[in-house]
């Protein structure tokens, strides 16, 4: 009994004792909760060397240097097709002939007109035609003889008029005589000078010209009408059969030199201060998915245009294409290399904050966070390259976990 007696008398003495430890434990435990609570979660990574570069990601579209379109002159038929699309000719390879019968008609029309109004300006020049010329020298041979014959005649009448052999009256009748054989001759002169008037050589001269545009149009329309290759090249586009109608103006063919194209690339309007002449290009086309086109920025665009719903500015570079596998139109996406810069420190962009013009990161020193301002260059969308700031391999603060804001000197824990 006095054992049982004095157990219950330790525990009675202890009890508080025990209950005190107790409490403390709970605390301590809570504590512990409370201050990993209070801690925030937040993703990590650190200030690392790598090779980073500014791009410009935007879409284009392929064209040809030097195109050579082929159009219908006159509407007629296409008589025979030469050559299919994706055919390679060369210079002066004859490529699609047209029924040319109309235009053949019209040249023959054009050139009687031109011979017509030539021989119009022919006699022009000399007077008439070769009848009229020889009836008006005929009458003024014949004109000549008469004033010949009334002035010898007025001479010999007045020599006997001096010695009263031949009367007053006689030798005024030879003088009338002489006045209209002189005016006749002079008449038949101004006729042989004069014969046509100025509207009417203004008029034949009119038609020459006319019937000569006549004539080259329709010899330029016979031209057209046998498409021949200007160069070397491929033929791209051929959008019509053989035997069928073609309206005046509509497109026949399409060749160019396609060992060498041009893309057209559209920035947008915010983008186009950070073009350069001579940025590098890099163009890609999901029909060639493993394949990749260098070029260079031609020039900066000098204006902005409205290409669909966007304001842009257009830039071209040119690309080789020796296995012609580029085509002309094709869509393509084009990455314009504004800047690249090698074996420097960068971090992610998600780590980088700006407040009041000022650049800074969150560094995690002994879970808890450390605003370090920073000095960047370039940046893309994954990256920001770092000048000045942070020390290479510097643990910083990507987004949180949770919805707390970040702010210097904040408790955190890094998770994965």
């Given at each position: 009994?006095?054992?049982?007696?004095?157990g219950?008398?330790?525990?009675?003495?202890?009890?508080g004792?025990?209950?005190?430890?107790?409490?403390i434990?709970?605390?301590?435990?809570?504590?512990?909760?409370?201050?990993?609570?209070?801690s925030?979660?937040?993703?990590?990574?650190?200030a690392?060397?790598?090779?980073?570069?500014?791009?410009?990601?935007?879409?284009?579209?392929?064209?040809p240097?030097e195109?050579?379109?082929?159009?219908?002159?006159?509407?007629t038929?296409?008589k025979?097709?030469?050559v299919?699309?994706?055919?390679?000719?060369?210079?002066g390879q004859?490529?699609?002939?047209?029924?040319?019968v109309?235009?053949?008609?019209?040249a023959?029309?054009?050139?009687?007109?031109?011979?017509?109004?030539q021989?119009?300006?022919?006699?022009?020049?000399?007077?008439?035609?070769?009848e009229?010329?020889?009836?008006?020298?005929?009458?003024?041979?014949?004109?000549?003889?008469q004033?010949d014959?009334?002035?010898?005649?007025?001479?010999?009448?007045?020599?006997?008029?001096?010695?009263?052999?031949?009367?007053a009256?006689?030798?005024k009748?030879?003088?009338?005589?002489?006045?209209?054989?002189?005016?006749?001759?002079?008449?038949?002169?101004?006729k042989?000078?004069?014969r046509?008037?100025?509207?009417e050589?203004?008029?034949?001269?009119?038609q020459?010209?006319?019937?000569?545009?006549?004539?080259?149009?329709a010899?330029?329309?016979?031209?057209?009408?046998?498409?021949?290759?200007?160069s070397?090249?491929?033929?791209?586009?051929?959008?019509?059969?053989?035997?069928?109608?073609v309206?005046?103006?509509?497109?026949?063919?399409?060749?160019?030199?396609?060992?060498?194209?041009?893309?057209?690339?559209?920035v947008d309007?915010?983008?186009?201060?950070?073009l350069a002449a001579?940025?590098?290009?890099?163009?890609?086309?999901?029909?060639?998915?493993?394949?990749?086109?260098?070029g260079?920025?031609?020039?900066?665009?000098?204006?902005?245009?409205?290409?669909g719903?966007?304001?842009?500015?257009e830039?071209?570079c040119?690309?080789?294409?020796h296995?012609?596998?580029l085509?002309?139109?094709v869509n393509?996406a084009?990455?314009?290399i504004?800047?690249?810069?090698?074996?420097?420190?960068?971090?992610?962009?998600?780590?980088?904050?700006q407040?009041?013009?000022?650049?800074?990161?969150?560094?995690?020193?002994?879970?808890?966070?450390?605003?370090?301002?920073?000095q960047?260059?370039?940046?893309?969308?994954?990256q920001?390259?770092?000048?000045?700031?942070?020390?290479?391999n510097?643990l910083?603060?990507?987004?949180?976990?949770?919805?707390?804001?970040l702010?210097?000197g904040?408790a955190?824990?890094?998770?994965?």
């Open positions: 009994m006095s054992v049982a007696t004095n219950n008398s330790f525990w009675g003495r202890n009890r004792l025990m209950w005190t430890l107790g409490i434990a709970a605390v301590v435990l809570l504590a512990s909760f409370m201050s990993r609570g209070d925030v979660p937040v993703r990590a990574a650190t690392q060397r790598t090779n980073i570069r500014s791009v410009i990601s935007t879409n284009g579209k392929v064209e240097l195109n050579f379109e082929a159009h219908a002159p006159i509407g038929t296409v025979k097709l030469l299919k699309e994706g055919d390679h000719v060369k210079k004859l490529l699609v002939l047209m029924n040319d109309e235009a053949r008609s019209a023959a029309r054009a050139l009687a007109q031109i011979r017509s109004s021989a119009d300006t022919s006699a022009i020049e000399s007077g008439g035609t070769r009229e010329v020889l009836t008006l020298d005929s009458q003024l041979s014949k004109a000549r003889t004033q014959t009334a002035q010898r005649n007025l001479d010999a009448l007045r020599r006997l008029q001096q010695d009263g052999s031949a009367s009256g006689e030798v009748t030879a003088e009338d005589q002489l006045q209209r054989a002189n005016a006749d001759l002079s008449l038949l002169e101004q042989q000078k004069g046509y008037s100025t509207p050589i203004a008029r034949v001269d009119a020459q010209s006319q019937a000569k545009a006549a004539y080259d149009a010899e330029d329309a016979l031209r057209q009408l046998n498409i021949r290759a200007p070397d090249g491929v033929v791209y586009s051929l959008p019509v059969l053989q035997g069928a109608y309206n005046p103006g509509d497109l026949i063919l399409q060749e160019a030199d396609l060992s060498k194209v041009r893309v057209r690339a559209f309007e915010p983008e186009v201060g950070r001579g940025d590098p290009i890099e163009v890609t086309w999901d029909a060639e998915r493993d394949r990749t086109w260098n260079k920025v031609s020039a900066v665009p000098a204006v902005i245009k409205l290409h719903t966007r304001n842009v500015g830039t071209t040119v690309v080789d294409n296995d012609f596998k085509l002309p139109n393509v084009v990455t314009i504004t800047a690249e810069h090698d074996n420097v420190l960068t971090v992610p962009r998600e780590a980088v904050h407040e009041d013009n000022k650049t800074f990161v969150y560094q995690i020193l002994n879970n808890e966070l450390h605003r370090r301002d920073l960047t260059s370039i940046s893309n969308l994954t920001v390259e770092i000048t000045g700031g942070l020390a290479e510097a910083v603060a990507l987004a949180p976990i949770n919805s707390k804001p702010h210097d904040l955190v824990r890094v998770v994965h």
